[in-house]
């Protein structure tokens, strides 16, 4: 089955990138960058290989956890943990929905509406951490700090994810119902609520999840809860503490995920 | 028209079972919040919180006018920043994709033993925030970019992982079926029937993770993981405020530039 | 040359999807499999390549039992079989060019596969191959930019680049239109009858199977109940293979069908002038 007129080479055609200059030029461009930003990270190498040892404890302490020694201290960070947890979703969440309402533009006035989405965007753009370190400087050490910081990184989260949801309800169930010559407060709670209330109930028990998590974290900068207790043990080099408390929050988080999924799947 | 004596004459929205567990359930919410709150706020001294407003305003006052000429101090811990997030994000993405092909189900050598290892792996990593692992790892292998490069590859795993894993059982199993019957082997089936339809999904995923990780490589040098963070732990040291307001300025410019170019990325590939 | 014996596939909810099927398949034969959905039909081309694990019963391709192979042997196997797919089942993001050498998958080694360095030769006959089914201007085109006919001219292609000596064919038109499902069947019917492949043919339309098939197998519920030739297919057989309600039905199914088509030609031809 010879056939000497058929080709026989073929190459790939390129998919993204059609010209052959451009590839080569971008191709140099990212060993060039890597080069460049590989020799820029200085390697203490004497350092690391002491702290090899280290390591060496931490991942023992890992799997050897000592739950025992501080358990004053991490029982009470994780108390704080998930009070603090608990109280900014419920705050957060009761902030976010006038101001998801206000967000969305289908039903809100267009002065309101931009108020709102700023408020959105300003909560969105700064990292927990960084309104931690404010609110820690303006209301003290602790978790009113952190309480603070959960409720307002909340609101971008949940306000935004529900203004976004009403802008796309079923436009067909609100028209019927403003038909009927209900009034603002009735379309809310006839045409959009029922619509949105199940995405609602299922975003704040993944913001739940997050907002424990991320409460692991703000105690790093002072805003209490189970984080400080961490910064604490790694401080004191206590790995074996600080391979219990990750061990905890990594649990906590395992089993939140699996009750919210469970909870969200039973609610619907 | 008989029947129409059947119907019950007092229409309610819900069973009355239906509507006492919920008010049940929104007063044990509100029980629970209440209680939560006191046990929260046990230790907090209110005197500070009263106070907050006029340490807002103060804060607020000495934050403006940002001190621009600090700017120039910040470019190389900038570029620092860039590529620990990128390197981080590499490193991520390499570790990630092993794992993610042992989670997924249908590619999984082992459902039995490597599966769940590999989940707990996704699990662990996603759990834990760069800033846990920046802290830990300043600790062992001393500050410095290398900590903070590790932590954000650490904490990408478990994200890479877990989406990358979910868009390998959603590939279409009679592409792979295909393959396998032209008698491909294992690595072929992986190369020809996998990789192709998970390619746009992982690029997205990760330039998706790199828009986030430079978000939190900013903040790692707050525990001594090096990049701009390290100038913002400085300047909040010596309550710098001035100098606070420029470096926030500078990363949210980052944020929203590294936001876009993801966007446009993403947008191109899909 | 295909001998089935004994074939059964019981799956594990319990389902018997096949009882005991023993069929002959000379070289150069293009044999129909017909029957109701659930009677098997997937199931059973499905079990000679292995694609599914048969429960019992003996696969012999020339004189290999396919049943009980290792790993590395099925897959020598498996290149002796080309199989085409209902819903083409081609790899979307990849070229049509990839497509067709993705055949000799089972003949290199991965690292050619992986570099896309496919011997001269393979590269040479797949063109051949893509002239051949009349896509020879597609070869660097993506496959989902393809129409449905030209994906499975692409699907064709591919089987029939692994040298098959048993091509296996499941419901290759039931995602195309009347007219390419019969250009479709066209193409297999030539291209067997030049190689002189042996070859099963799923098929649910009937009168497509009479137009194109030489010997026609019907299944119910997982049993062999008719093996002919199309013309033996009377409406006392196809009764009983699809049940006399379901075959009724099917003819109505038929004749729309019909009527479709010849509405679409004078739509066609109104649109032509």
Redesign the interface.
Known sequence: MSAPDYPTTWRRPPQIIRDRRWRIAFQIGIVVYLILAIGSVEVNWARVYTGLERGQRFVLGFLQPDFDTRWRDISRGLIESLTMTLTSTVVGVAISIPIGIGAARNIAPRWIYYICRGIIAVSRALQEVIIAIFFVAMFGFGTFAGFLTLSFATIGFIAKLLADDIEEIDEAQAEAVRATGASWGQLLNYAVQPQVMPRLIGLSLYRLDINFRESAVIGIVGAGGIGATLNTAIDRYEYDSAGAILLIIIAIVMVAEYSSSYLRKFLQ | MTEITHYSQVWSYRTTRGRLLLWGGWLA?VA??VW??Q???E???WA??YD?PR??AD?GGRMVPPRWSYLNELWVPL??TL?MA??GTLGGVIMAVPVAFLAARNTTPSALFLRPVALFII??S????S??WA??LV????P???AG?VAIALRSIGFIGKLLYEAIEET?A??I?????????G??VL???IV??I??AFWGITVFRWDINI??S??LG??GAGGIGLKLEAS?NTLAWSQVSVI?LL??AT??LSEWVSARVRH?II | MLFLEGLTKTYKTGDAALRDVSLTVPKGQIMGLIGPSGAGKSTLIRCINRLVEPSGGKVLLGDVDLVGLGKADLRRQRRRIGMIFQEYALVERLTVMENVLSGRLGYVPFWRSFLRKYPPADIQRAYQLLDRVGLMEQADKRADALSGGQRQRVGIARALAQDPELLLVDEPTASLDPKTSRQIMRLLTEICAERGLPAIVNIHDVPLAQQFMQRIVGLRAGRVVFDGTPEQLTHEALTAIYGAEDWNEMRRGDEEQTRAEADARDRMAALAR
């Open positions: 919410l629970l919040f939560c709150w046990i929260m706020t230790r907090t001294i500070f919180v907050a340490q807002a804060i570029w620092d590529n990128t390197l699990v662990a996603r759990s834990i925030n800033l846990i802290l830990l600790a062992i292998i001393g410095g970019l290398l490069i279409d009679s592409q079926e295909a393959i396998e019957a032209t008698g491909a082997s690595a072929q190369s020809y029937g192709p339809q390619m746009p978000r939190e900013a903040i707050l525990v909040l926030l990363i949210l944020v929203v191109a």
